[in-house]
């Protein structure tokens, strides 16, 4: 073998382009600085973004959980009441507008179905823990409120992104309607 050929063999293109790269990087600073704070910037706000989007999504699920485990303790509340001769169930109602709010800033289409049907099923309890007798716009009222929160859970958020389980309650909650 030849001693150009070996000499040859011995340089490839990495080690020439490494041999230049103090040269090259010196004659294009400002596009390098350029292309990484592009960089920098662009991975920046998907990290910012998604930690929103967590952040966000976590603080919904905080409120519905707040709101849904003070329920059972509302119906106890009402239910004692009761025993001792008073109507209390419109003290339900008051957690339908929490509810409401959640269903209606959500972007989390599960948390918005479980407030909706939860709303549904505020209304319905509220009527069967009414004291005395109802009359029939009292009952239609309540109920046809109740079915089209059911429906909208259906319609609307569980078709774009279905959930077994609570297509069953909402479908369960429309048939008890009924």
């Known amino acids: 073998m030849k001693a150009e050929h070996r000499h ?22 400002r596009t390098i600085i350029y292309v990484s704070v592009v ?30 485990s003070q329920l059972p303790q509302q119906k106890q509340f009402v239910a004692q009441k009761q025993l001792q001769g008073d109507d209390n169930a419109f003290m339900l109602l008051s ?17 918005v179905a479980i407030a909706l049907i939860k709303e549904a099923e505020i209304l319905r309890t509220e009527l069967q823990m009414r004291f005395g007798i109802a009359t029939e716009q009292d009952i239609a009222t309540p109920i046809n409120k109740a079915k089209d929160l059911y429906n ?23 048939g008890i309607c009924e």
Not at 9 to 25: M, V
Not at 39 to 68: F, G
Not at 95 to 111: C, E, P, Q, R
């Open 39 to 68: 960089v920098l910037l662009v991975l920046a706000s998907s990290i910012y973004y998604r930690y929103q989007k967590t952040v966000v999504v976590v603080r919904e699920q905080e409120n519905l959980t707040s709101i849904l």
């Open 152 to 174: 909208k859970a259906l319609n609307t958020r569980l078709n774009r992104s279905p959930n077994p389980a609570l297509e069953a309650i909402a479908k369960i909650g429309l």
């Open 95 to 111: 957690m339908i507008d929490g509810l409401d709010s959640i269903a209606k800033t959500s972007s989390n289409d599960a948390v």
């Open 8 to 29: 040859e063999l011995k340089a490839n293109d990495l080690a020439i382009w490494l041999g230049n790269l103090p040269t090259w990087a010196s004659q294009n600073l």
